[in-house]
Structures are given as C-alpha cells and as structure tokens.
C-alpha cells in the first residue's frame, strides 16, 4: 500500500525520471550504434588492426560501470553529457564485436557471385553484406540496449538523472517504496526493450532468412 | 572469342597454378575445364572474369585486352555460375534474376519481361517462382535459376565452375541435359570447369584437360577418348572410357592367315591354296614382315614356268590396315575396290592378320554382343 501511495504522489518525478531514463539509454545506444556498425564494417576490412581495436572495446567493458562514471567526472564534469559518453563506451563492444563476426560470417560464396555478377563493393556492402548480416548486427544491438538501459540507473551518481535519481534518494532517505519506484519501472523498461527489439529483429529480418 | 596467351599465374607464397597457358576459346562453344583439384582450371576461368589477375601474359575478348577493361562492367557483361549456387537468400527468385540486368540499369518492364522468359526456358512457372524465395526450392531448381541469372543480361560469355558438383545425381543428370539442350538454342560461349569426366563428355564442344598448371591436350570428346595425347590424359579419361565407341580393325580381322615364303614354287603354292580353300596367299619373310599378295589368277596363268617362284608373281603394291583404324576405314576399302581380303600389319609391317569381308560381319556382331 505504501509502494502504492508513492506511485501516486510521486508519479510526476517518476514520470520525468522515466523519460530521462530512456532518453540517456536511448541515445547512447544511438551513438554506439553510429559508431560501431561503420567501424565494425571497416575492422572486416582491416582485419590485421580488428583484433586490437575490439580489444580496447572489451578493456571498457571490464571496467565496472561506477567507476567509469567517475573517471568521467574530472573530465566532462557532471550532467547527462559525461553520463552518456560513458553509456556510449560501455555499448560499443556488443554491437562492434557482432557487426564484425556478422559480416564476416556471410558465405563468401554470396561475396563471391556477387562480385563474379559485376557488384561494386558498396553494392556488396549495401545489397549482400549488411542484410546478410542483419540478424547477427541486430542481436548485438539488443545486447547493448539492455544492459545500458540497466546501467542507465547509475547515471544519478554524477547529476544524470534517470530512475536512478529516485533510488538514490531513496536509498539516502532510507524511503522503501523510494527505491522501488525507480527500479521497478528501470526493469520494466530492460524487458519492454528487449521485447522491441526482438520484435524490430523480426521485422527487419529478411523473409528469406527465415524459411 | 577468348584468348589465353602465355598466360601464368602465380600466388604469393608461391605456388604456380597456371603456366604459360596458351589456349583460345571459340565463339558459341561449350569449352570444358577438367582436371585433377589443383590443376588450375578454376584460377584459368577466373581469369576471365578478373576475380584472379594473371602474373603475366594477356587474356583478350573479341581482340581486346581485358587487363584494360573496367572489371565491374567486365563481369556484367559476362555470366557466373558458381558451385555454391549463390543465389541471395535475401531475395526472391525473381529479384535474384533481375539483379544483373538491374546493375546495368534495365527498366523495370524490361527485366521483368525477361525473368518471366527465362524461368519459362527452363520449365519453372513465373507465376509460382517469381515470388518466392531460393530457400523454399530444391537444390537443383536453384541451379536452374541460378543458370538463368547468368543468362539475364545476354552476355556472350558464361563461366560456370564446377555448377552442378553439389548436386545429387538425379539432379545433376537432368541439369546437363538442360545445359546440352538450352545451349542448342542461346549457342553462349561457355567455360565450364569441372572434375567429372563424364559430365565433360556429355556436355562439351571441346574438352581441356590441365594438371599442374598446364594444359595438356584439348579437343573434342571424342578425339580425346580415341586419341589421349600421353599416360596422364589415359589416366585421367579411365581406361573404361577408352574403349571405342566404334570397333576398330583388331576387332574385325582373323588371325590365322595363310602365308607363304616368296621362295616357294608356283605348284607348292596352288597345293597350299587348295588345301586353305583360299584364291590368295598373303607372302611374308622370315621375320613374318608382311611383302605383298600372289593371287590364284597370277599363278594359274604362269604355272607352266616351273622356273617361277612366288617372289616374281608378288603384288607387292597392296592396300594394308593397320590395327587401329575404324570400321569405316574398312567399309571404304571393300566399298571402293573389289578386294575380297585386306592385310592387317603393325608398325613395323609385320602380318599380324587379315580382314575380309565375313570376318568384318562376324566381328561386327561379336562386338555389338560384347557392348550390350
């Protein structure tokens, strides 16, 4: 009941915390995506630099998320911006590593009809390649999107707002129902992005794929 | 049409797989490719299409060094089959026919014409294929479209390596029935590469048979099979092939002939006509070296000379076989003259038999049993 009171009195901050939340989650997502499918494509191409370079992806992701965020403090100072470099950090490897393996797992027979057939590499890229490898990419892309989304909630620690912000308050007010009123929609939110992008995989999957 | 001239390639670790290959493909023929793995039948057809860039030595189509063409619009204009089929799971049949014609910027009633065309050549209904996808199909239904995706853009030229090696047989079979047949009518350049003898047989106008890099003798499979240029080709053919596809003189001659010494009187010799029931005698030295034929006639006419031999009768400008040649070197000869019997010798004149006219019957028989 007193979980329920604060939904009620609170739902406002939990509403903007909400929307904070996925904001934060939603372009640092964005941004790993931006960056790691380019350079995932450009790693199948330079396979002698791929190994290092998905190496230093792996090194960030070893580094536990709080402490991330604060090496990002005397750097970028506090706010959304440093909390979102380093979500942006964090996401790079799951979509980097699967764009990378993707598009070197398409049968290099389809690689070569295609160029046998007069393809431009772009065209390989962009007709053969990227859909090819669209299952793998994606799945890499819903690793990410759910770990930060998970990972998001610390962004309260450096003044970024989110679902955190409710826990931490709650945690320092010793308020119960505080704390559970922000990570109980931070979890709903985790398997509400799963679900979509499950469902987004599906979609985009070619219908060829799938028989 | 296509011409190789000394044309090598060598890989970076070194490896040669093609030496100084010098070979010319004509306009309309189905040349075949075939050789033991590692010959380098497939870097010779990649060649064409510039997927490998030859070390030294120029490829030319129509006259024109391909080295200096632009290999994208190289290849457009030249079909690919390959083994793996390689048709994009991602796309629907029709889409993977178009895709060529599309490349080359085709309008859309164009290339849609000319899908439902060529699924039609090869008996696969537009109306229920067009759509779907190569995953829904059989393996060699996919290589019927995959056969037809080369022909999309009319090109000359089609390169296939090894196309239907991964099919199961039935599929395989039916597949170079529709290649011989569907060749008949588009009449394309075509490299086939292949490991199949027999599929080379069936299907080509003209066999190369490479190893190691060069290429040891080509030619129709049928000159192939009755005349292999060396050990490697008769090896490479199998000796079950090699058995004619027509009977030769060895099958066709007797073996016991009635001979006799030049040196021999004319009455010895009539004796030894009477006894054999035969109107010629076949003369040969010690050494059985074949010298030419005493006919009845010849003896009859001079049988008064007791002071005659044989040696002065001799015909010794005769017609001879040799074990090798065909029927139809025989056919013609008793067709042409009214010889009754024709010498068989080897390489070195000696007898070794003689074909007559019912020898040639019987042997014609025997071996027809034999075949079948």
Same mark, same amino acid.
């Given at each position: ?35 790691? +499918? ?57 979509? $980097? ?8 797992? +398409? ?22 390649? $990227? ?14 999107? +759910? ?65 | ?44 057809? @990649? ?15 129509? %006259? ?14 030249? %079909? ?87 099919? #199961?047989?039935?599929? @395989? ?15 394309? =350049? ?5 490991? #199949? ?61 009635? =001979?006799?010494?030049?040196?021999? %009187? ?18 040969? #030295? ?8 005493? =006919? ?66 019987? %042997? ?9």
């Amino acid at each position: 009941m007193e979980l329920l009171k604060t939904f009620i009195e609170r739902k406002e901050d939990i509403w903007y915390a909400f929307i904070d939340h996925i904001y934060l989650s939603a372009v640092s997502i964005l941004f790993a995506i931006v960056i790691s +499918v380019p350079l995932g494509i450009l790693l199948t191409r330079y396979r002698k630099i791929a190994e290092p370079i998905i190496g230093v992806a792996a090194v960030i992701q070893t580094i536990p998320g709080l402490a991330l965020l604060a090496f990002m403090l005397p750097l970028f100072g506090i706010g959304q911006e440093p909390a979102i470099i380093a979500f942006t950090l964090y996401a790079l490897l799951p979509v $980097l590593r699967n764009t990378y393996t993707g598009i070197l797992g +398409v049968d290099p027979s389809m690689i070569d009809a295609g160029k046998g057939m007069g393809m431009t590499s772009w065209q390989i890229l962009f007709m053969v390649e $990227l859909p090819l490898s669209l299952p793998v990419i994606m799945a890499g892309i819903r690793t990410a999107s +759910v770990f930060t989304i998970g990972l998001a909630a610390l962004a309260a620690f450096i003044g970024g707002g989110g679902l955190g912000e409710l826990i931490v308050r709650g945690m320092s007010m010793n308020d119960d129902s505080l704390i559970m009123a922000g990570a109980i929609p931070a979890a709903l939110l985790a398997i509400l992005f799963d679900l979509a992008f499950r469902l987004l995989e599906r979609t985009m999957t070619p219908r060829g794929l799938k028989v | 049409m296509i011409r190789f001239e000394h044309v090598s390639k060598e890989y970076k670790d070194g490896t040669v797989a093609v030496k100084d290959l010098n070979l010319e493909v004509r306009r309309g023929e189905l040349l075949t490719l075939i050789g033991p793995s590692g010959c380098g039948k497939t870097t010779t057809m @990649r060649m064409i299409n510039r997927l490998i860039e030859p070390t030294s030595g120029t490829i030319t189509i129509d %006259g024109e060094d391909i080295s200096e063409a632009d290999p994208v619009e190289l290849r457009r204009n030249i %079909g690919y089959v390959i083994q793996q089929i390689g048709l994009f799971p991602h796309m629907t049949i029709g889409q993977n026919i178009a895709l060529v014609p599309k490349l080359k910027k085709w309008k859309p009633d164009q290339y849609e014409k000319r899908v439902d065309e060529l699924l039609d050549l090869v008996g696969l209904d537009p109306s229920v294929f067009k759509k779907r996808y190569p995953g829904e199909l059989s393996g060699g239904q996919q290589q019927r479209v995959g056969v037809i995706r080369a022909l999309a853009a009319e090109p000359d030229i089609i390169l296939m390596d090894e196309p239907f090696s991964a099919l #199961d047989p039935i599929s @395989r079979e039916q597949l170079q029935d529709d290649i011989v047949h569907l060749q008949e009518k588009i009449q394309k =350049t075509i490299v086939f590469v292949t490991h #199949d003898m027999n599929e080379a047989t069936k299907i080509a106008s003209r066999i190369a048979i490479m190893n190691e890099g060069e290429l040891i003798q080509m030619d129709t499979p049928d000159k192939l099979l009755r005349h292999p240029a060396n050990e490697f080709v008769r090896n490479f053919i199998g000796e079950d092939r090699l058995s004619p596809s027509t009977p030769t003189v060895i099958d066709l001659m007797h073996t016991s002939v009635a =001979t006799s010494s030049p040196r021999r %009187g004319l009455a010895e010799a009539l004796r030894l006509m009477k006894a054999k029931k035969v109107d010629s005698l076949l003369v040969t #030295d010690q050494q059985n070296h074949l010298l030419g034929v005493v =006919t009845l006639e010849k003896v009859a006419e001079h049988y008064r000379d007791e002071e005659k031999t044989i040696a002065h009768l001799l015909d010794r400008d005769i017609k001879t076989l040799q074990p090798s040649d065909s029927v139809s070197t025989v056919a013609e000869i008793f067709h042409e003259s009214q010889i009754r019997a024709v010498p068989v010798v080897d390489e070195e004149h000696k007898l070794i038999g003689i074909v007559t006219r019912a020898s040639m019957m019987r %042997g014609l028989a025997n071996w027809n049993n034999g075949v079948l």
